[in-house]
């Protein structure tokens, strides 16, 4: 695995920044988009990472199922409207998207509700987070900085990678995809839903699709460098794609604060709805400039879980949208 592919797969932040220095002085947030902007450079305009994206549009609409785990407005089995951002990893706008450094592939849906208002999911293919806190995310990127091709060995990199197991172990459960619309997406962060009596129960976010087709590495290689990107407007006039947002229910036991730690594969999980993809966006790369999406931008019946990478990722979200819309 090369320092640029961890990167890729590692940062789950879309930030884009200018070239600025990385001061332990800073806060936290910032530390992190310009460690990041020191691994992928400058590109004005795109996000530090997850640069290279799609954006298209459809509707959800909620199972009854839903309604009797959180009393949230998009619950409410109406259908409500959606924009969704597709995205490949790096900050590097014309990535190939076969390359192995695309991975993790990210989707982003914001659900606009009645009153006008919105909430957003932000998830991407990895299962689970390689580290466990922004913190431990700064001290990788820094020590990936640290690491370059002729450094000695074990680099700065491996000494993480291996006092962090997590590290390659997340890193294994990605792949390339044939299509956005044929992949898998998951929630790094853990969340609450409360319901009409007041029941609270911490979930993790699925969005699944209706087959997942993998490439290999040699396959993958070989396309054209925007196939994803050109593929799924090419899908959508041939009709429209669908996803099943699904939840995974925490045991009492399991961690909410720890997104580096999944939960077992026997927690019960429950179908939301389904999320109907059947346009794309009328002008995609300005589109997607100009939007804005946070995994804490929640609604009621949706509440934070006590994890403290959502209200970094939100923090670092707006430094990134503030310097790429100056």
């Given amino acids: ?28 947030e910032k530390q992190l988009v310009n460690a990041m902007n020191k691994v992928f450079g400058v ?4 996000r530090a990472n997850h640069a290279k994206g799609i ?14 785990l959180s009393r949230a407005a998009l619950f409410n089995g109406g259908t409500i409207p959606v924009t969704v951002r597709f995205s490949d990893s790096t900050g590097v706008p014309n990535l190939p998207d076969g390359s192995e450094d695309a991975n993790p592939h990210g989707m982003a849906v914001k659900f606009h509700l009645p009153d006008g208002s919105d909430t957003d999911i932000v998830i991407n293919s990895l299962k689970f987070f390689p580290v466990s806190t922004g913190e431990e995310f700064r001290d990788l990127l820094l020590a990936l900085s640290e690491s370059p091709p002729n450094a000695t060995k074990p680099t700065k990199f491996e000494q993480f990678a291996a006092s962090h197991p997590s590290v390659p172990a997340a890193f294994s459960t990605v792949a390339t995809p044939d299509s956005f619309a044929d992949e898998e997406y998951f929630g790094i962060d853990a969340f609450v839903f409360v319901n009409k009596a007041g029941e609270r129960k911490a979930v993790r976010y699925q969005m699944l699709p209706e087959n997942v087709v993998h490439l290999d590495k ?9 196939f994803l ?30 997104p580096a730690k999944p939960w077992p594969d026997n927690r019960k999980v429950v179908e939301l709805g389904v999320l109907t993809i059947d346009r794309a966006a009328a002008n995609s790369v300005e589109a997607q400039k100009k ?5 804490g931008q929640l609604t ?27």
């Fill in 218 to 226: 040699s396959d993958a290689a070989k396309r054209a460098p925007d």
């Fill in 229 to 258: 990107m050109e593929e799924l407007p090419e899908r959508l006039k041939r009709g429209p794609v669908t996803f099943h947002y699904k939840v995974q229910l925490a045991a009492a036991d399991d961690s909410t604060k720890d």
């Fill in 43 to 46: 590109h004005p305009e795109f």
């Fill in 300 to 326: 009621d019946g949706i509440e934070q879980s006590d994890d403290p990478l959502i209200n970094i990722r939100d923090a670092a979200y707006a430094v990134s949208f503030s310097r790429r819309n100056p």
């Fill in 291 to 295: 939007l804005l999406l946070l995994p």
């Fill in 1 to 28: 695995m090369t320092n640029r592919t961890v990167v890729a797969a590692l940062v789950g932040l879309g930030l884009a920044l200018p070239a600025v220095a990385l001061a332990q002085d800073q806060p936290l």
């Fill in 55 to 68: 954006v298209v549009e459809g509707s959800f609409k909620a199972t009854p199922e839903a309604a009797g």
